[in-house]
Structure formats: C-alpha cells, structure tokens
C-alpha cells in the first residue's frame, strides 16, 4: 500500500513558478513510475507528467520545456517544477503511482492517488 501527499499549490501570477511536492509512504516507492495529473473545473483528469522506475520521463504537449518532474528515491518523493505558468495550468494536481511499465498517461492504470493540492494562475 502507497500513500501520497501532495502539497506546494498555490496562487501565482502568470509567468510565474511553483513547485509542487509528493510524498509518498511505503518502502516500495522506488518500484512503480510516478505521475503527475491536473483536473481544472468541468473537464476531466489529465495527464501532465511521468517520472518511470527506469528513471523515464514523460510529459503532455501543453507543459514541455516549462514543467519538469523529478524524483528522490531516498526522500520517496516526486516533485514537479512548474515555470511559465499560464491562466489555463489553473486546476488541481494530483499525485498518482503506478506498478505498470507503459501507458503513463492514462489515469486508469494509477492505483495510488493523493489528495490533490490546488494551482491558481492569475492573468
């Protein structure tokens, strides 16, 4: 069993930068690929970023060259650094752990979840 703690939200201006922590329990962190997803009011979930066991990453159209994921195993946590913020990167994020070795970008696959922490960029 993984539990996951997201925190570092919060309200930034446009161009602005975040980074968002993701600490996970259990002694097993290292083992599964950990993702990054955002759900804005009245749309659904999205992926945003992957970090692999393999230490793979990979990331939506919509955020590269501006967020970037990373990880400590020793800390058993996964960040996301989050720069050139936009009004529409506005929604929460969550955390998300997965066993599987392919298909990062769809949420269904994610066995272990965090309760979300909330992103607002200003215009």
């Known amino acids: 069993q993984v539990q996951l703690v997201e925190s570092g939200g919060g309200l930034v201006q446009g161009g602005g930068s975040l980074r968002l922590s993701c600490v996970a329990s259990?002694?097993?962190?290292?083992?599964?690929?950990m993702g990054w997803f955002r759900q804005a009011p009245g749309k659904e979930r999205e992926f945003v970023a992957a970090?692999?066991?393999?230490?793979?990453?990979y990331y939506a159209d919509s955020v590269k060259g501006r967020f970037t994921i990373s990880r400590d195993n020793a800390r058993n946590t996964v960040y996301l650094q989050m720069s050139s913020l936009k009004p529409e990167d506005t929604a929460v994020y969550y955390c998300?752990?997965?066993?599987?070795?392919?298909?990062?970008?769809?949420?269904?696959?994610?066995?272990?979840w965090g309760q979300g922490t909330q992103v607002t960029v200003s215009s």
């Open positions: 998300a752990g997965t066993a599987y070795g392919s298909g990062f970008g769809n949420p269904s696959l994610y066995a272990y």
């Open positions: 259990g002694r097993t962190f290292s083992t599964y690929a």
């Open positions: 970090f692999t066991s393999a230490a793979n990453t």
